[in-house]
């Protein structure tokens, strides 16, 4: 992997407390940067839990609730959550989408472009039960 840009901080990462080394690092990770690139991806960029084992087969629920909380803790991702009133049994409620500084991050050193991962996104055959996933309204992003 190429050295990551070494500008100074922008905004966004400073206030986030990120640090780009060790953001770029978590991603040495195929498991974590395929997370990633199934968040960028996702049509409303944000996928719940039960899209993104949908999307990432190979890993287990328990295991991939290990990549996010790593990946939330280096500043990466955040957990965004709606109100469950209006929700049948079984929809998620709470989704994962990049952070402002993650996608500057990112930005900066041209990775995870998400055109060419929406491309790949929407030639995924899906089942009725992650197409009614992928409806349920995700709350505005900056909850």
């Known amino acids: 992997m190429s050295r ?11 206030a986030a407390g990120l640090d780009p080394i060790a ?10 940067a395929n997370i990633i690139g199934t968040i960028v991806g996702h049509p409303k960029g944000a996928p719940s839990k039960k899209e993104l084992e949908y999307y990432n087969p190979s890993i287990a629920a ?33 989704f994962f989408q990049l952070t402002d500084a993650a996608r500057e991050l990112f930005d900066r050193n041209n990775l995870f472009e998400p055109d060419a ?17 992928e409806d349920v309204d995700r709350p505005n992003r900056r909850n």
């Open 62 to 94: 328990s295991t991939l609730t290990d990549h996010l909380i790593r990946l939330e803790e280096v500043g990466l991702i955040e957990a965004i959550e709606r109100d469950r009133e209006g929700l049948e049994r079984g929809q998620p409620y709470r």
């Open 117 to 133: 991962y929406r491309e790949l996104f929407a030639e995924v055959e899906k089942t009725d039960e992650i197409k009614a996933a």
């Open 23 to 32: 953001a770029l690092s978590v991603l040495d990770d195929t498991t974590r």
């Open 4 to 14: 990551p840009d070494a500008t100074p901080l922008t905004p966004a990462e400073n």
